[in-house]
């Protein structure tokens, strides 16, 4: 079967939102989460943590696609639109910075939590400095000083290095005023000082600041008269032509020896860096000075997470979720008799523990009924209960069949490593299609029961990573439908023999059918509009960004439709405008949980549907990707999709965002009362409730 592109009938349509900055309006509303009053406070520096860790990823991804977007022409970008991405970047790293060092730390600082510079370090502490220096840090350090002998050296990608400007000459004679100093990745960002000298409260201190206090010892005889930490951002996009590579496996892994030193995108300084070193480091990384940030603080926010994990104060932490074991399920009873008497299991993750998803998988490797396992890895971890149980079903002689989606960005190493560890003991390992990532998130068990062969499987709209299930909204569903298993064991053939798909019971997948489906479903749904029939579309997803897939929303809108959008992410699709999007509103949901699910709710007349997928709104995933959706056939649980995953977020009065026709957003009515309804807290309070108390179980 070939990819088809879905191609409707032109539309009037917006003007649509620029998706870098869309992007960038997303960390905005990320932020906002640390200045929130009601989030406990280290909690309200782990999102200042997370937006920098987004941040990163922008800039070795998206601004390097942008960049080089610029230079093809035809490409739709001007250096006009990347100075204005760049500009409400340095101003979004600048109110993060603000955030950080004016609202969170002082806040802190008050709760006995501080980090103190060397200049607050009274004489006991300094010594604790000096001692972990010389011990721990300074026989790793090899400052390079700049002559034509020795030249710059390569500098790694998100690496923390200083920039010094000695005075005097070296032991040669020489005025050479530059060095450089690499600090090695396996050296520890956060140390926690021991109580005993740590005053009041708790007291850390930074290795940046370690190593600014002891910068003359490295250069005995000179004078250090300036200095910077430095830290320098590449595009991380591995560049393999699949098409010319006899081994996908081997390129990747000789590429990830490369990704640390790929094209200089951003270059971040201290405030107080002398213009003259910046200008050195521009020059030396061919970068102009719009890709200059100077921060008022820390070079990588993002190592401050080992400050929230080390302090010891629970209640400055969200309350500990617990997440119980489906009321579908019982923990005494076989998985696949409950599939067979009860029919399908439904779960929302983390709401709902994802023990089960384990489960499943080892009742499958422990029973000797069941004679083949078939799974997609995309993320999984560099540690895995379910990949090692894979390993452990090969090794019992069952048929395990892998396939492993080695382009899973910043996965790429982790899943080669299973990749290598599940053909060492014989599983049959794939690497999808050629061209397209495998995204969909599909488990088949197939075992003999009574002579016969019966299928079980589990789809999801998440990974396979049990850590990021107790971070990530999202719905795992497990089922033993004939026909449905039927399709998934279709996906997993044309997966393995790249052989046409036939005709599917359930199932869309892309890059085939999914993007047409999906527009032919709005449609229907327009058409009921305009015949004055009960329409309605609800849709909650990562990201919009697909052209076809948008215009077929204005289309439908423009007939009438009520059309409510969830977007955690980047939404390219204004709200609100005039004649053209008034009947489609546009909400963002930011709460304690990373918003993941995608499900997408039609109604056209009496026919309504809800359809669960692995897929964004995103022309990669309709086209360029190996994405699932597949239909909730089950009456009770499409009502509880509805209840829990689309009307208690549209209801949600505290961690929403409205998005107005300009792109940007605002907090919905009512967001600032913490005694206002939120979607999630209600679902923790909703799943920790016992069994049967309706009064708590039941949307109002």
């Known amino acids: 079967m070939t990819p088809t592109t879905a191609s409707p009938p032109a539309s009037p349509m917006p003007a649509l939102l620029n998706r870098e900055r869309a992007i960038l309006e997303f960390n905005r509303r990320v932020l906002a989460q640390a200045r929130r009053e009601d989030v406990p406070l280290l909690e309200r520096l782990r999102y200042i943590c997370i937006v920098s860790s987004n941040m990163d990823e922008f800039f070795e991804v998206r601004f390097a696609d942008y960049i080089e977007a610029v230079r093809q022409p035809g490409a739709g970008v001007s250096p006009r639109d990347l100075a204005a991405v760049a500009a409400e970047a340095h101003l979004l790293i600048d109110d993060q910075y603000r955030c950080f060092n004016d609202e969170v730390m002082p806040a802190l600082k008050q709760q006995g939590i501080q980090i103190l510079n060397h200049n607050d370090r009274d004489e006991a502490q300094r010594r604790w400095v000096d001692n972990f220096f010389q011990r721990q840090v300074r026989p790793l350090l090899v400052p390079v000083g700049l002559d034509p002998s020795h030249p710059f050296p390569q500098v790694a990608n998100k690496s923390l290095n200083f920039i010094v ?29 021991p109580d005993e000298i740590a005053g009041t409260g708790q007291a850390f201190v930074l290795l940046t600041s370690v190593i600014r206090a002891h910068l003359a010892e490295l250069f005995p005889g000179r004078e250090v008269e300036a200095f910077s930490q430095f830290r320098l951002t590449r595009d991380s996009d591995l560049a393999v032509d699949e098409e010319d590579v006899a081994n996908l496996r081997q390129a990747l892994r000789s590429g990830l020896t490369t990704r640390h030193f790929g094209q200089a995108v951003r270059l971040e300084v201290v405030n107080t860096c002398p213009p003259e070193l910046s200008e050195f480091l521009l020059l030396q990384f061919a970068l102009p000075q719009a890709a200059l940030y100077h921060v008022n603080g820390p070079v990588n926010l993002v190592r401050l997470n080992a400050l929230i994990d080390g302090a010891d104060a629970p209640a400055l932490r969200f309350p500990q979720h617990e997440a119980p074991w489906p009321a579908g399920l019982r923990r005494d009873e076989s998985i696949f008799e409950r599939l067979r008497r009860g029919g399908d299991v439904l779960m929302h993750h983390p709401f709902e523990s994802f023990e089960p998803v384990v489960q499943f998988l080892r009742e499958a490797v422990e029973d000797p009924d069941v004679l083949a396992i078939k799974q997609t890895i995309y993320r999984t971890g560099s540690e895995s209960p379910l990949m090692d149980l894979l390993i452990d079903a090969a090794r019992r002689g069952k048929e395990v069949m892998a396939v492993v989606e080695l382009k899973a960005r910043f996965d790429e190493e982790a899943n080669i490593n299973w990749a290598e560890r599940l053909e060492a003991v014989g599983a049959q390992v ?41 971070l990530y ?72 960004t697909d052209e ?98 689309l009307l208690a977020y549209l209801h949600d009065s505290r961690d929403s965002w409205d998005l107005q026709p300009d792109g940007t957003y605002r907090r919905a009515k009512g967001a600032e009362d913490a005694k206002g309804h939120s979607a999630q807290i209600a679902l923790m309070q909703r799943y920790a409730a016992p069994p049967g108390d309706e009064e708590v179980r039941t949307w109002t």
């Open 165 to 193: 400007r000695l005075g005097g000459k070296d032991a040669f004679g020489r005025e050479n005023s530059i060095a450089i100093v690499k600090v090695p990745r396996v050296l520890p960002r956060v140390m926690r000082l």
């Open 430 to 470: 794939v690497y999808g299609i050629v061209g397209l990532k495998t995204h969909a998130k599909l488990l088949l068990v197939t075992r003999r029961e009574e002579g016969r062969l019966r299928r079980y499987g589990h789809l999801s709209t998440g990974n396979y990573n049990p850590r990021t299930a107790r």
């Open 473 to 544: 909204t999202d719905l795992s569903h497990l089922t033993a439908d004939r026909a449905l298993t039927a399709d998934i064991e279709q996906v997993f053939v044309h997966l393995a023999s790249q052989s046409r798909l036939p005709r599917l019971n359930h199932v869309w997948l892309a890059p085939f059918h999914l993007q047409r489906k999906l527009v032919e479903q709005i449609d229907l749904v327009g058409m009921a509009a305009a015949k004055g029939l009960d329409a309605r579309i609800v849709l909650k997803m990562n990201a919009l």
């Open 548 to 645: 076809p897939l948008m215009e077929a929303l204005v289309r439908a809108g423009r007939r009438g439709t009520k059309i409510d959008l969830i977007v955690r992410g980047a939404c390219m699709l204004p709200a609100g405008v005039p004649g053209l999007t008034e009947n489609i509103r546009v909400r963002s949901v930011i709460g304690r949980f990373l918003e993941h699910s995608r499900v997408f709710y039609f109604r056209a007349g009496h026919e309504e549907h809800v359809i669960l997928s692995s897929a964004d709104w995103m022309n990669r995933n309709m086209l360029r990707r190996v994405e699932l959706a597949w239909p909730v056939l089950d009456p009770q649980l499409r009502q509880r999709v509805i209840d829990e995953c």
